[in-house]
């Protein structure tokens, strides 16, 4: 499994209209909508990384902090992005499934 792999799953879910990103809209979207995954760049601030883990648990969403801002905004074709979420359970837990695999089978 490698990076890009993850990053092309990322550019289809956001050409399906599946990925929610930036971390105003997904705090959002977290409230208001079914999130299947939270992605949350591993360059993101301590404070943004709390807040959006705080968050996944109080909801019982799965949350990785993985990749970089700016692999993650250029994968879905827009601008760095530090947060992304997932709103197809389907392409949630594949792209779950990789991230394990590129990080050597744990989870967080």
Partial sequence: MKLPDILSLLGISQKAGKLISGQDNVERAINFKR???????EDSSENTKKKFLNLAKSKKIPVVVWGNAQDLGHSI???ERKVLSLTDKGL?????RRIKILNGGGGY
């Avoid at 999130?35 to 760049?41: A, G, K, P, T």
């Avoid at 949630?92 to 779950?96: P, S, V």
């Fill in 77 to 79: 074709g827009k601008e």
């Fill in 92 to 96: 949630a837990n594949e792209i779950y």
């Fill in 35 to 41: 999130i299947y995954l939270i992605i949350v760049s």
